[in-house]
């Protein structure tokens, strides 16, 4: 599904430069649950980037499900996101003045789906996160773990088959992360491929391998 082949990522800042990532090579296959972890400063973030679409390496390939996809453009890495990828972030990203219902239909209208496909879809989604009866609710009416659940599912609108997710329990109370990784694992299992970042040593128990990241460099243990 996914294969890094050497991949560096070098940012510029006036004269100096970092360099997040150092000639990474790694793959995940489809259906895997993978997490991420290193310290700060390590690449994790960088390389959750690069493999959202969402930014691009500066050497190496990046090949997705076999299509190197590093020279691609803005608008056919915005495409492939779209389709391929669900972002679950630590601080939700809701959009505050929306509804949760208004929340998960957003990548759908991105994505030109009709309008009774995407009633049809959304009662699904909220019902799979069990939010289904607070879908009026805007993100500041909702609890941490309640806002996480409603990002899960604004993740799968399109049914992407890999799920990013960035510190999914990070702002969470530890009932509400066992609810999200309880939410993560039931996906894993009905074939998705996830992708996780923690710093927590315990969520790693939930995934099939780590990979280690240390100053932009991957060491699997």
């Not at 294969?3 to 940012?11: E, Q, W």
């Not at 789906?113 to 805007?138: D, M, Y």
């Not at 128990?205 to 990241?213: A, K, T, V």
């Amino acid at each position: 599904m996914i294969k890094f082949n050497k991949i560096k990522k070098i940012y510029h800042m006036g004269t100096q430069t970092l360099e997040a990532l150092s000639g990474v090579s790694l793959q995940i296959a489809a259906g895997e649950f993978v997490t991420v972890m290193g310290p700060s400063g390590s690449g994790k973030s960088t390389l959750m980037n690069i493999i959202g679409c969402l930014d691009t390496p500066t050497e190496g390939e990046y090949f997705l499900k076999g299509k190197n996809v590093t020279g691609l453009t803005f608008d056919q890495l915005a495409s492939i996101r779209n389709k391929m990828m669900g972002f679950v972030f630590q601080n939700f990203n809701l959009l505050p003045y929306a509804t949760a219902w208004e929340n998960v239909e957003l990548p759908m209208l991105f994505n030109g789906k009709n309008s009774r496909n995407r009633k049809e879809r959304i009662t699904e989604l909220l019902n799979e996160v069990g939010l289904l009866k607070w879908k009026e609710h805007r993100p500041s009416e909702l609890s941490g773990g309640q806002q996480q659940r409603i990002a899960l599912a604004r993740a799968l609108a399109n049914d992407p088959p890999i799920i990013l997710a960035d510190e999914p329990t990070g702002n969470l109370d530890s009932k509400s992360g066992v609810e999200i990784m309880a939410l993560l694992s039931r996906l894993w299992k009905k074939g998705r491929t996830i992708i996780m970042v923690t710093h927590d040593e315990r969520l790693s128990s939930h995934s099939q391998r780590i990979i280690h990241l240390f100053d932009g460099r991957e060491a699997d243990k």
